[in-house]
């Protein structure tokens, strides 16, 4: 049975910035190889002054 997982990520930087989340690639025999699995990406604004935080 799968177990949900939830990442929340806060940007303590000043400025905007774009956030990237890898998963370890896959293992093949064979084929092309497989460079990254992105999940997600998104831009994150600065918690102090928003209270921004990124949830997925």
Known sequence: ????????V???SPYEQNFFFFQQPSIY?????VFSNSLFTSPL??????GAI???
Do not use: H, K, V
């Open 1 to 8: 049975m799968a177990t949900p997982i939830s990442i929340s």
């Open 10 to 12: 806060r940007n303590d």
């Open 29 to 33: 025999s064979g084929g092309r190889e």
């Open 45 to 50: 604004l600065p918690y102090g002054e928003y």
């Open 54 to 56: 990124l949830t997925f």
